[in-house]
Antibody, heavy 116, light 107 residues
């Protein structure tokens, strides 16, 4: 059974940092492309970043230079390092697998709240 | 970035109705278009990828069509479980974007 379990969300002050983790079971992170998608409260879905199996990385303009996606293949885990956080980064962050340019497996999400 | 525009934003319908949601891309995306269903408090669920390829386990009343810049999601006969919010999504040109969503409500 495939499971993606996010953790690391919480309350952080503007300008602060946070690291999200996504522990994956049921497939290997190293041979798949993985992404983070976020959803602000009451709003729509917004793609943030993708780490392709071959090493290429994409970022949305809204997070470029502030967020870093990475993976630990030995732990089968995906990460999102978030720096210089802003109020507009407040959202539920979902870890997802990318297949055929669509997001087929989703975690349950972890809430990040940026507020003083 | 490619913009995705869904219409309508809200759709009121009854059980048994046939409904269609439209998604337009600001430039051609071939058939790299996916559709998702999201219920309150839950993660989205992939319904269709590559514009018309139904995911395993998704009921056959869901269908997708289109290519280039115009796409549709059709539900042939609405069931109570189908009332949710639907999103389209593309991934081309180094980034991905979602439509703003269509909320399907019970009439």
């Amino acid at each position: 059974e495939v499971q993606l379990v996010e953790s690391g969300g919480g309350l952080v002050q503007p300008g602060g940092s946070l690291r999200l983790s996504c522990a994956v079971s049921g497939f290997t992170v190293s041979s798949n492309s993985m992404s983070w998608v976020r959803q602000a409260p009451g709003k729509g879905l917004q793609w943030a970043s993708t780490s392709f199996g071959g090493g290429t990385i994409h970022y949305a303009d809204s997070v470029k230079g502030r967020f870093t996606i990475s993976r630990d293949n030995s732990k089968n885990t995906l990460y999102l390092h978030m720096n210089s956080l802003r109020a507009e980064d407040t959202a539920v962050y979902y870890c997802v697998r990318l297949r055929d340019w669509a997001f087929d497996y989703w975690g349950q999400g972890t809430l990040v709240t940026v507020s003083s | 970035d490619i913009e995705m525009t869904q219409s309508p934003s809200t759709l009121s319908a009854s059980v048994g109705d046939r409904v269609t949601i439209t998604c337009r891309a600001s430039q051609s995306i071939s058939t790299w278009l996916a559709w998702y269903q999201q219920k309150p408090g839950k993660a989205p669920k992939l319904l269709i990828c590559k514009a018309s390829s139904l995911e395993s386990g998704v009921p056959s009343r869901f269908s997708g069509s289109g290519s280039g810049t115009e796409f549709t999601l059709t539900i042939s006969s609405l069931q109570p479980d189908d009332f949710a919010t639907y999103y389209c999504q593309q991934y081309t040109s180094y980034s991905s974007t979602f439509g703003q969503g269509t909320k399907l409500e019970i009439k």
